[in-house]
């Protein structure tokens, strides 16, 4: 056996040939190539359809966050007046606090108070 034994030549490969005018396809891969181009070009037109329709409600929607952020403060300020009338509501069931209660209300007063009028001092302009 020789030391150096060459593997076999490989012939020479033969470089393809293309045409020159370009990319040759065939009939039905040049229709899916136009059907490729036509469905994105009408997937584009759908995002810039999109896109504009987004930019016109963008305007609608700051408007309806301000007139939403208005009644959440109506509604707080709704809840507080209810608190304060609950309070009042419960005291008014109170028996308790019935005669003070009248006393609020009515100019009427208890027949046990007298009524006290302030008059300046006499020399007092």
């Known amino acids: 056996m020789t030391a150096a034994a060459s593997p076999p030549a490989r012939p020479p490969r033969r470089k393809r040939q293309r045409p020159r005018n370009g990319v040759a396809f065939q009939p039905e891969h040049q229709w899916l190539l136009w059907e490729i181009i ?4 009408l997937n584009a037109l759908f995002v810039v ?46 028996p308790g606090q019935s005669r003070k209660l009248m006393e609020e209300v009515s100019p009427r007063l208890d027949p046990n108070q007298r009524k006290v009028i302030l008059t300046p001092p ?4």
């Open 49 to 94: 359809g999109a896109s504009l329709s987004i930019l016109r409600l963008l305007p609608y929607q700051q408007i309806q966050q301000a007139k939403l952020e208005d009644v959440r403060l109506q509604v707080r300020e709704t809840e507080r007046r209810v608190e304060a009338l609950r309070r009042d509501f419960s005291r008014s069931f109170d």
């Open 38 to 41: 036509f469905k994105l070009g």
């Open 122 to 125: 006499p020399g007092a302009p």
